[in-house]
């Protein structure tokens, strides 16, 4: 099982700074990783695939970027809404298996 | 509009069979590259993902947890059934479905249920 683990664990930010979320996973999984917002209470929200592919309707803020083992999120300038937790996802195409990181929780600082 | 909603039980007893109904609107399992999959939470940790059906009644399992589930679907219902045998405490969990994006075979899942919470106590 590839086991994806994310940094930090929780990261502090003030409105209108940029965040940069990590994640690393423990084999190669080329481009087959996805970033997902979770607020409390909500489904989580697909933001980026294909490492860094904007899903329908993600402002241009987020970012992803890294391929093989290591990936980030950047959030250029944070706002209110986008205080949450994000996790990343690795995704097999074949055969079809998904792992998720245990998540990194965006304060506000 | 794509739409997910999971029902079942909220409380089972340990050694139980869990059965969670996902009914959705918005596509049909019988369109190819169409698939449901199903992740859950346990309060305050991560997601993890349990088992996808797609359109050609292709199944995948999570490899830890395969002797445990079932996932079927009832195509003229719009629904896909999820059950799982032998609940322990440590299912305690969020239950969620969500659609699997349709230009893949991958597990990458674009549209999620509200989640439904099921706690497994005696």
């Known amino acids: 099982e590839i086991v994806m683990t994310q940094s930090p664990a929780t990261l502090s930010v003030s409105p209108g700074e940029r965040a940069t979320l990590s994640c690393r996973a423990s084999?190669?999984?080329?481009?087959?990783l996805a970033w997902y917002q979770q607020k409390p209470g909500q489904a989580p929200r697909l933001l980026i695939y294909?490492?860094?592919t904007r899903a329908t309707g993600i402002p241009a803020r987020f970012s992803g970027s890294g391929s093989g083992t290591e990936f980030t999120l950047t959030i250029s300038s944070l706002q209110s809404e986008d205080f949450a937790v994000y996790y990343c996802?690795?995704?097999?195409?074949?055969?079809?298996?998904?792992?998720f990181g245990q998540g990194t929780k965006l304060e506000i600082k | 509009q794509i739409t997910l909603k999971e029902s079942g039980p909220t409380l089972v007893k340990p050694t139980q069979t869990l059965t969670l109904t996902c009914t959705f609107s918005?596509?049909?399992?019988?369109?190819?590259?169409?698939?449901v999959g199903w992740i859950r939470q346990p309060p305050g940790k991560a997601l993890e993902w349990l088992a996808l059906?797609?359109?050609?009644?292709?199944?995948r399992y999570s490899p830890s947890l395969k002797s445990r589930l079932t996932i079927t679907k009832d195509t003229s219902k719009n629904q896909v059934v999820l059950t799982m045998t032998n609940m322990d405490p440590v299912d305690t969990a969020t239950y969620y479905c969500?659609?699997?994006?349709?230009?893949?075979?991958?597990?990458?899942?674009?549209?999620w249920g509200q989640g439904t919470l099921v706690t497994v106590s005696s």
């Open positions: 969500a659609h699997k994006r349709v230009a893949t075979r991958a597990l990458l899942f674009d549209y």
């Open positions: 918005g596509f049909s399992l019988s369109t190819s590259g169409v698939g």
């Open positions: 059906i797609y359109w050609d009644d292709d199944k």
């Open positions: 084999q190669s999984v080329s481009s087959n």
């Open positions: 294909g490492a860094s």
């Open positions: 996802q690795q995704y097999n195409n074949w055969p079809p298996e998904s792992t």
